[in-house]
């Protein structure tokens, strides 16, 4: 096995398809020297090396250490300098960096090589004595940190106590003298930790490596693998990076950088960044000092603006996606450090993907795949109620730094924020700044709030990442950890008190705000959902029983209703008390006059409905639920109906009572209600049909199809059949219309997919109901799941909640079972899933996959599942 790739001008053994094995930085480092751009010489350790190391007891393969000499040979011809050397030092960077990228996860350390007698060179060789020991001491304190595990806020107090003797503030004040003193401070500072500081550059180099190594399994590498589900992606761990040194605290024809090469918060094609002069490292985005922005650098050194920009625009061609990059000046020599697809908010990347197709960098099928489902699902969620608004009161103003809108209640840690999570409540994370130990807290927050950084500090990246709602970099409110409050513009709020942000102006309130959802869809994502629909071959339907819920599904794309549910129809105010007689009526006599008295209502419930999906199928489920749930309860209500119907109240009592059943789930419901009351089918028919009639008389286009829920046997559904279709053949004759209406079934009743063949040869369509089939096939009641689903998906039992991504393997094994048993006697037979799992992205692959013909589900996440169904498809 190869354990080792270099790159360098002579040769580069590596390239951007090997993250596997080199990491996303390795890869990239080595594509970025291919194309010729300036990249410091280095070689990757791969991540099989890491790999070996945990599953050998930590040990490394035999001949790694003289293969890893072998490339520091190289490393110093191609340089001219030598590891160790007095004189003229060879310096390098040790990073990590696995093949998914983990921000802040793993950290590295730079100017190794240093120590007591080479800085003395370094400092001679560059004329620049501050340089030298900036860069020793920066060395020193990362070591100790990363490698050896040293408290940094330690290394912090030290340098701060050498600012408080001089009565500075930054570190740039400090000149070299004064780093001497901070060198020997932090050299004590190992000594009462009970370390050594290496001087052997070859020990620190393997102590470094190790760390590297070691970091993989770290706490917090472990737990941003788990919140991002990583585990199952089969990573190797992570490869080590070995870069050639360069500086950019060589002066302030020097400096370090990040750079978007587009707008990563709006996706706006143009350069993006942030950079600080006379800065090392991630200066930048621990928010030392305020960064400058772009454009600042552009009237410093013009030159190496113009050379960034150009291998900005190389690299994003190259890579054909937005990157985010990592540059360095060292006297006015760009070099470039890093470059990566960039993250970015749903926002960006649904904007971004449809500027590329249209720039014609990609296609529409990579469009697609660019934005994920949870991004679409993102852009529809809330924002602050215009109207609470008004009244905020406005605290201050950070950066907008991930948009959204967020309320809670203020918690100072991570550890709280996740204590309180638990137990229900909506909190705001708010720190001077986060790191990545606060991953864990920031994943349960509403929102996060620093008081300092800027757009690429870790609680940004991390934020945006996350798609959580952050203000950063507000300078202006107090984050006081100690007294655990907020002080900002004479206002004091502390620990639990509601706080509200918005992502989106960077602008925060004291109290609570309500949060509303947006309408429709405009501009790139609904241009996005028209690629994701001519990608697809799965439809999508939406779940709407009301005219303002169907409205809302067009508007979001859906092709017609794939589920109205007539229940909801039953209990408006002037309803109730008719559905309420109609079901304890005495006789057939009764309960027909009170139907008869229904029927307009349903009438002009299904016109609205198929008015606002006009062209398209509108699937209308007959009466499901058990009809103790429409029975009158109260006295009051009682009384009222009792009257109505003229029995007596007791005898109405008993009458309720004989409703009630010990399983309604699996009670007088669905199919069975028709079967034994046939005048109610009948009259949901008649309103069906006399819908559609009104809309042909208008002119207007309908596809009605009657549903029959719970059928489990072939013989409910024929008997159905035959009086709906006498019905409604008559009324289409009555009324010399053309009218077309489909009859089918849907499916949730374990027998009926075994059966299938025979309901198929009946049925025009048929409807998994993925809820009732997950009830009925996992035997799991919907009602009573949520006392043992924890720990079946803890011992991983069920992999997820089968309720919300459907369990391929038992009831996606009835849904194959029912597919081909229904297409074999029917293969013109329509097939649909309605139920939660059809807005669920995993169980919408599941469906393309296995052939159905559409998925429905609710109307906000009809734009979800469009591009889920797309991608199912690419
Ligand atoms: P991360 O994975 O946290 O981004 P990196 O390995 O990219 O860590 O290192 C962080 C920063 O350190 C880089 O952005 C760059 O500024 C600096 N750095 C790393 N290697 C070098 C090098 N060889 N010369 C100069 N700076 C470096
Ligand atoms: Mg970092
Ligand atoms: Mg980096």
């Not at 992606?233 to 500086?247: D, E, I, S, Y």
């Not at 600042?296 to 190259?318: A, C, F, G, R, V």
């Not at 008389?697 to 199809?705: A, D, L, S």
Request: charged content about 30%.
């Amino acid at each position: 096995k190869k354990y080792v790739y270099v790159w360098n001008k002579n040769r580069v053994e590596g390239n951007s398809k090997m993250k596997d094995i080199l990491g996303g930085k390795g890869a990239n480092l080595a594509e970025m020297a291919s194309l010729g751009l300036p990249v410091p010489p280095g070689f990757t350790i791969s991540t099989e090396v890491c790999k070996y190391y945990w599953d050998n007891g930590r040990k490394f393969p035999e001949d790694l250490k003289s293969i890893v000499e072998e490339a520091m040979t190289e490393l110093e011809n191609v340089t001219g300098k030598k590891f160790g050397d007095n004189k003229n030092p060879l310096l390098v960077s040790v990073r990590s960096g696995a093949a998914v990228s983990m921000p802040g996860m793993m950290d590295t350390i730079l100017n190794l090589g240093l120590n007591d007698e080479s800085v003395e060179g370094l400092a001679k060789l560059t004329n620049n004595e501050r340089f030298a020991w900036d860069s020793y001491r920066r060395f020193i304190q990362m070591f100790g940190d990363v490698a050896l595990g040293i408290d940094h806020e330690k290394f912090e107090e030290a340098l701060n106590e050498v600012k408080r003797e001089k009565g500075v503030k930054q570190d740039l004040e400090l000149d070299a003298n004064d780093l001497k003193k901070v060198v020997e401070l932090y050299k004590k500072l190992y000594k009462e930790e009970g370390k050594e500081f290496p001087q052997d550059p070859m020990k620190q180099l393997w102590i470094a490596i190790e760390a590297v190594f070691g970091s993989w399994n770290n706490p917090r590498a472990i737990k941003y693998r788990q919140i991002n589900e990583m585990d199952k992606q089969g990573l190797l761990g992570t490869a080590v990076n070995v870069v050639a040194m360069v500086f950019g605290n060589m002066g302030e024809d020097s400096g370090t950088g990040v750079a978007f090469t587009r707008d990563p918060n709006t996706g706006e094609k143009k350069y993006y960044g942030e950079f600080l002069t006379n800065a090392q490292g991630e200066d930048v985005v621990a928010g030392i000092r305020t960064p400058k922005s772009l454009d600042e650098l552009k009237s410093i050194n013009p030159k190496t603006y113009n050379q960034l920009l150009e291998l900005m625009d190389k690299l994003e061609k190259h890579f054909r996606d937005m990157q985010d990059i990592e540059f360095t000046v060292e006297k006015g020599q760009l070099y470039m450090l890093q470059t990566r697809n960039g993250k970015r908010t749903a926002a960006a990347a649904v904007k971004i993907a449809v500027d590329m197709v249209k720039e014609g960098l990609i296609n529409k099928e990579e469009a697609v795949m660019r934005v994920k489902p949870a991004d679409i699902e993102k852009l529809l969620h809330p924002l602050f109620d215009p109207e609470e608004l008004k009244n905020a009161q406005y605290i201050g103003k950070g950066l907008p730094a991930s948009p959204g809108a967020a309320t809670g209640k203020i918690v100072f840690s991570a550890d709280d924020a996740e204590k309180l999570a638990k137990d229900g409540e909506k909190v705001i994370l708010a720190r001077p700044e986060t790191s990545p130990e606060d991953v864990g807290g920031m994943n349960v927050a509403e929102g996060i709030l620093t008081s300092r950084g800027g757009m690429t500090s870790h609680a940004a990246v991390v934020a945006r990442g996350m798609g959580k709602t952050a203000v950063v970099g507000a300078e202006d409110i107090v984050i006081d950890l100690k007294n655990k409050v907020i002080k900002s513009n004479g206002v004091e709020l502390k620990e639990g008190d509601w706080i509200s942000i918005d992502g989106n102006e960077g602008k925060v309130y004291a109290g609570k705000i309500k949060t509303v959802r947006p309408e429709g869809l405009a501009g790139d994502i609904s241009e996005l959902l028209e690629y994701a629909d001519e990608v697809s071959v799965l439809g999508v339907r939406a779940n709407a029983d009301i005219p303002r819920d169907a409205k809302v599904a067009r508007e979001f794309g859906a092709q017609g209703i794939g589920l109205c549910r007539t229940e909801h129809m039953f209990f408006g105010p002037e309803r109730i008390n008719k559905m309420r007689t109609m079901i304890v009526s005495k006789t057939e006599e009764q309960r027909k006059a009170a139907l008869e008295e229904l029927l307009p209502f349903q009438r002009s419930d299904f016109k609205g409905l198929f008015e606002e999906m006009e062209g398209f199928s509108v699937t209308i489920r007959l009466l499901d639920p058990p009809l103790h749930e429409f029975v009158p309860e109260s006295d009051e209500q009682i009384k009222e109906v009792a009257e109505m119907i003229g029995i007596s109240e007791d005898e109405l009592r008993s009458t309720v009572k004989d409703l009630e059943e010990f399983n309604p789930m699996m009670g007088h419901r669905g199919v069975r209600l028709a079967i034994t009351y046939p005048e109610i089918a009948e009259m949901q028919t008649k309103a069906i049909i006399l819908a559609a009639i009104d809309m042909i008389k208008e002119g207007k286009r309908v596809q009605p199809e009657i549903m029959i829920p719970l059928v489990g046997n072939v013989k409910e559904l024929t008997i159905l059949k035959e009086s709906i279709k006498q019905i409604a053949d008559e009324l289409i004759k009555e009324n010399n219309v053309d009218l077309e209406y489909k009859i089918g079934t849907m499916i949730e009743v374990p027998r009926a997919c075994v059966v299938a063949d025979q309901i198929g040869a009946e049925a025009d369509f048929f409807s998994f109901g993925t809820n009732d089939l997950t009830q009925l096939g996992l035997g799991f009641s919907r009602d009573d799941y949520g006392k043992f689903i924890g720990d079946y998906i803890e011992k991983g039992i069920y992999e997820k909640d089968p309720f919300q991504q459907i369990d391929r393997e038992g009831v996606g094994r009835l849904i194959k079972l029912a597919l081909d048993g229904g297409r074999s006697a029917n293969p013109k037979l329509k097939v649909g899933i309605c139920g939660e799992h059809g807005g669920d992205p995993d169980s919408i692959e599941f469906a393309h996959l296995v052939g159905l013909d559409y998925v429905s589900c609710s109307p906000y996440r009809v734009p979800v599942a469009r591009l889920a169904a797309a991608q199912a498809a690419v």
